[in-house]
């Protein structure tokens, strides 16, 4: 077995994606939370000193939540979470989850600026952004398939990460979607990966 080893913060969703996946296909890894900003080390691994980052027996590395992701569903001997009847559909709804991680993770790091360096209107943007997007997945995401998908996981994350970063305010209206991620939630693999500080 390779010894895998998972660097990641404390709050990341991307990061709680790739955990969700490696204890999904029970695939044993050791995970290191660090403080990215001050993680010079990481930059030999992933010049883009980003979480999550993969390192794999010490040499070689993955980069990218996404293809860590996709690297746990190929070493592992369990059923895929990339359905290959509806592949294209779960690859898209992860881009959209990602979009979704993205402009959650954008509003806060604009927010933390000091006040006379942010952007009011880039705040505004990535709001709207997270709105149209909830709204859209209730209205056209219906994958609520027993079996566990990479777009469930990737969904139930960013939802998550919404609400812990910035707003549950569209759960009243996004009936269908919050009725839908209670239940996920309850999953073993959602409760043990909640964020050290969001509980
Ligand atoms: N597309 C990347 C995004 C990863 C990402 O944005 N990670 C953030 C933390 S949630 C990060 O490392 N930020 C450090 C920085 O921007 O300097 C993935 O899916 O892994």
């Not at 559909?89 to 509003?107: D, F, H």
């Not at 000091?114 to 209107?121: C, F, G, H, V």
């Not at 409760?191 to 509980?199: D, F, N, S």
Request: charge should be positive; glycine fraction near 2%.
């Amino acid at each position: 077995m390779k010894n895998l080893i998972l660097y990641n913060g404390p709050n990341s969703p991307f990061g709680r994606k790739t955990k969700i996946t490696a204890l999904v296909h029970k695939i044993p890894f050791e995970e290191k939370v660090i403080k990215v900003y001050d993680s010079e080390f990481l930059d030999k691994f992933n010049p883009l000193r980003k979480i999550p980052t993969l390192v794999i027996d010490n040499k070689e590395t993955i980069i990218d939540s996404d293809n860590i992701c996709l690297y746990f569903d190929e070493i592992s001997n369990r059923k895929t979470l990339y359905n290959k009847k509806i592949y294209w559909q779960i690859m898209t709804i992860i881009s959209v989850a990602n979009g979704l991680m993205e402009a959650v993770l954008e509003r806060r790091m604009e927010l933390i600026r000091p006040s006379n360096e942010q952007s009011e209107s880039f705040v505004k943007k990535q709001e709207i952004r997270v709105f149209r997007t909830i709204n859209w997945l209730e209205k056209n995401w219906n994958n609520f398939e027993k079996n566990v998908s990479m777009d469930q996981i990737s969904i139930a994350v960013a939802l998550e990460y919404t609400k812990y970063r910035f707003t549950d305010s569209w759960s009243n209206d996004c009936t269908k979607l919050n009725e839908w991620l209670s239940k996920f939630n309850s999953n073993d693999f959602m409760e043990l990966t909640i964020p050290k500080e969001a509980t």
